[in-house]
């Protein structure tokens, strides 16, 4: 059976995490969590990143650092993860979802202008599969109309766009460490990434549960007390160790994942150019990180029988995303902006083929001679 997924794994992260259990002490910022933090803050030229127990964890923070409030609209593709959504509803804020493009999948920057009310207060960029939302466009209208851009960087580390980190642009940004992702942090784990230098201090309370205690511990104030709204955004240290074994080795996983994406797309494209199935499109000045190859089958009907006949040949092939609006929760809390010209249509042919780090040619080879039967 060929998995749609393996989490990565390199062979340091066991002796860290052991280190983390022995240091006495596992609750968060300890030393891996401050090596973590520091390689990111290189990394992506960002004045601050802080580690949080997932990348939803870090969108409801960066919802609470921009200061959502009920009514406030936010805008957004309906085509992402429920949690890009769901972080600015906790705040009580309305979806405003806009079409995405199809070659890139990403939302189509020049339907976003027509979406702003006087409601309006952020943009949230999914940068989908690691590709590089079109930022300039996106960050010159959040400029014009006062609204701050939070980047669902999911999927992106190790990406960028005009040779800037994707999650580095926006006011913030966020990271996902999930075991589906390039990097893990043991099963769960992001970043919030903030750009901002204005949202530093406030980001340190609202992730120590509302508290001024990261202030206490750099002897700033004599005593920490509970100062703002907040939560528990703060990973174990076991979480930052299993990264840290990730992170040293970044570049070795980044290539590894980019030669077996650049094998699927060699051996697929006659396949393309003969027009039965359609890959991804990388604009030129968008540097991707492989996080996921799909292709997309003629339409809903294909792409089952597809699944299904990967599924007789022991291959896990996926799709997802049912689009946010057309969801029971999307409807109640948002509604789509514009015409659905892409977002449904493009959602329901698109196929993720297995992709991880260690994957081997023999077991892409199965999945392409899979591929090429059923369309045979
Ligand atoms: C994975 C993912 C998330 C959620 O990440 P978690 O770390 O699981 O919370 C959010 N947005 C996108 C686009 C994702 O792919």
Not at 21 to 34: A, E, R
Not at 164 to 178: D, P, T, V
Not at 315 to 332: C, E, M, N
């Amino acid at each position: 059976m060929i998995p749609f997924n393996k989490p990565p794994y390199t062979g340091n992260e066991q002796q860290y995490v052991i280190a983390a259990m022995q240091s006495n002490n596992m609750s968060g910022d300890g030393p891996f969590s401050k090596k973590c933090q520091t390689w990111f803050e290189q990394q992506l030229d960002a004045p601050k990143t802080l580690l949080t127990p997932s990348c939803t964890a870090a969108l409801e923070m960066a919802a609470i650092l921009i200061d959502i409030q009920p009514g406030d609209e936010v805008i957004m593709p309906s085509y992402t993860f429920v949690s890009t959504a769901n972080a600015f509803a906790l705040r009580g804020a309305k979806m405003v979802f806009v079409d995405i493009r199809p070659d890139t999948m990403n939302i189509d920057e020049t339907k976003i202008e027509a979406a702003i009310t006087d409601k309006t207060k952020a943009i949230v960029p999914v940068h989908y599969a690691g590709v590089g939302c079109e930022m300039d466009t996106i960050m010159a209208i959040a400029e014009r109309h006062g609204l701050f851009v939070v980047e669902d960087a999911a999927q992106g580390m190790m990406s960028s766009y005009k040779g800037r980190a994707l999650g580095s642009i926006g006011h913030l940004g966020a990271f996902s460490f999930h075991e589906t992702k390039n990097y893990t942090s043991g099963g769960e784990g992001g970043l919030l990434i903030i750009n901002d230098s204005r949202f530093k201090e406030r980001a340190e309370i609202i992730r120590e549960k509302g508290t001024n205690r990261s202030q206490f511990f750099r002897g700033m104030v004599d005593k920490y007390s509970w100062v703002d709204i907040g939560s528990s955004f703060l990973p174990s240290e076991l979480q930052a160790a299993y990264l840290w074994g990730q992170l040293e080795k970044a570049d070795e996983i980044n290539n590894a994942r980019l030669s077996a994406w650049q094998y699927y797309l060699n051996k697929l494209a006659p396949l393309a150019q003969a027009g039965k199935i359609q890959l991804a499109t990388l604009p030129e000045h968008c540097q991707h990180n492989a996080h996921m190859f799909y292709l997309k089958a003629a339409d809903l009907d294909e792409r089952s029988q597809l699944l299904d006949h990967l599924k007789k040949n022991d291959i896990l092939a996926v799709f997802h995303y049912v689009p946010l609006h057309s969801a029971r929760a999307g409807l109640q809390l948002g509604y789509f902006n514009g015409e659905d010209n892409y977002t449904t249509t493009e959602s329901e042919r698109l196929i993720r083929l297995p992709l991880w780090f260690g994957i081997s040619q023999a077991e892409q080879q199965q999945v392409i001679d899979a591929v090429n039967e059923f369309y045979a």
